[in-house]
């Protein structure tokens, strides 16, 4: 299983970045992705998942300004963030699985300032 982050940078407050991640080595379809992030505190929170039947879930925090999609045909998944805030700095990892995620990919970094 390899999961490949890109899309991370730096952007100013209330700006928008689109995180992609693209699976190989399982079979993307039948599998449930999501997006953790791991913030300068340390602690890792589960910010979003899209299952494989298509159900979306996300952390309150992210409601309304975070959305989650993938395209199979591509093997990708992706996260559009819109009004960033600083309080959405941290490193984002994709996951992915099958009822639970424990396949992850290196991370890219996200910094809101």
């Known amino acids: 299983v390899q999961l490949v982050e890109s899309g991370g940078g730096l952007v100013q407050p209330g700006g928008s970045l689109r995180l992609s991640c693209i699976g190989s080595?399982?079979?993307?379809?039948?599998?449930?992705m999501g997006w953790y992030r791991q913030g300068p505190g340390g602690e890792c929170k589960l910010v979003s998942s899209?299952?494989?039947?298509?159900?979306?879930c996300y952390t309150d925090s992210v409601k309304g300004r975070f959305a989650i999609s993938r395209d199979n045909a591509k093997k990708m998944l992706y996260l559009q963030m819109n009004s960033l805030k600083t309080e959405d700095t941290a490193m984002y990892y994709c996951a992915a699985g099958q009822g639970s995620l424990p396949y992850w990919g290196q991370g890219t970094q996200v910094t809101v300032s």
């Open positions: 899209l299952t494989s039947y298509g159900t979306t």
């Open positions: 080595g399982f079979s993307f379809d039948d599998s449930d």
